[in-house]
């Protein structure tokens, strides 16, 4: 049975680390601030916007939460932006996504000034991941690397294998895997072979979205496999995109959905709001 790696109790020593420095900038007259932007009725993004809302609370972290109408104008979704661009108490700034589709979602996210852009989906951010001098990584990634850390496990060397190419989770996991000296494939849904690209993995990251999608015999003997999935199984109960049952027995370690990539996704965001604080009061 494979060693678990629990995102729960990893994210709560980050968390314990992040309230410290909350607390300790409090003493110098610091507040630390994170806007929460969320448009529409979507059930999944007011839960994902509640546990952040909760995470600040726990944290010292003031949130301003901004609730906005599904029928909200791309005007005024940027008025609001630039007037928390211009807000010092507003350290970060995060829009929920998905959008309603009538927005332009990438006229939204480039419209948050870089610094204060905590998930780190400004192409400035974006660009500067990819030379490796970042100020803030994105939460999901960031979160990943983070647990590889924790848990003593070695990335130099490593073959590791990303399954999924998206902005937001595929292609930036690959570059940080990359920044720690790992050999990595991305594969995605042209990859030919996938079954025997992720079995030569000793890293097998997967993120595609496909509830159960990786089975036992896609996974070498051994291997650490970090399932980053948030799905529904035939009955409706939250999963990963591994199945973990089958999974767990031939694996080195895994992480489990829930309890596993979600809770550290959360604490990155922290960090990085707290960064953007830090940073914001050094100038
Ligand atoms: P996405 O934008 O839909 O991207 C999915 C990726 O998976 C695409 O690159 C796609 O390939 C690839 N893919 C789909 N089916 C495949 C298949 N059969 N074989 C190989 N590759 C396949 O999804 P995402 O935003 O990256 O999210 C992925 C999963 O992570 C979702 O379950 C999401 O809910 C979850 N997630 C969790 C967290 C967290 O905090 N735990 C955060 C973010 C996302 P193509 O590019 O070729 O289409």
């Not at 968390?15 to 601030?33: A, P």
């Not at 916007?49 to 003031?62: D, F, S, Y």
């Not at 690397?145 to 924790?150: G, H, R, S, T, V």
């Not at 829930?258 to 707290?274: D, E, Q, R, S, Y």
């Amino acid at each position: 049975m494979a060693k678990i790696i629990d995102g729960r109790e990893i994210s709560a020593a980050v968390k314990q680390q992040i309230k410290e420095d909350v607390v300790s900038l409090y003493k110098q007259g610091i507040e630390v601030g994170l806007a929460v932007i969320i448009v529409g009725d979507d059930p999944a993004s007011k839960v994902y916007v509640a546990n952040k809302e909760k995470a600040c609370e726990q944290l010292g972290i003031t949130s301003y939460k901004y609730a906005l109408p599904a029928e909200t104008t791309n005007e005024e979704l940027l008025s609001l932006i630039e007037k928390l661009n211009n807000d010092k108490k507003v350290n970060g700034i995060l829009c929920q996504l998905p959008l309603p589709k009538h927005l332009d979602e990438k006229l939204i996210i480039n419209s948050i000034v870089p610094e204060k852009d905590v998930d780190a989906f400004h192409p400035q951010n974006v660009g500067k991941i990819m030379i490796g001098d970042f100020d803030f990584l994105p939460c999901t990634p960031a979160g990943v690397i983070e647990m590889i850390k924790y848990s003593g496990i070695e990335m130099s060397g490593k073959k590791c294998v990303v399954v999924g190419r998206s902005n937001i989770v595929g292609k930036p996991m690959a570059m940080l895997l990359l920044h720690n000296n790992a050999t990595v494939t991305v594969c995605h849904s042209r990859t030919v072979n996938l079954k025997e690209e992720c079995a030569n993995a000793d890293i097998l990251v997967v993120a595609i979205g496909k509830a159960k999608f990786v089975t036992a015999d896609m996974v070498k003997e051994g291997a650490i496999v970090i399932d980053v999935g948030m799905d529904r199984d035939e009955n409706g109960k939250l999963c990963g995109d591994v199945d973990f049952d089958s999974v767990s027995q031939k694996a080195g370690a895994i992480t489990p959905v829930p309890g596993g990539v979600g809770p550290m996704t959360i604490a990155m965001l922290m960090k990085n709001t707290l960064t953007a604080a830090k940073k914001q009061n050094s100038k």
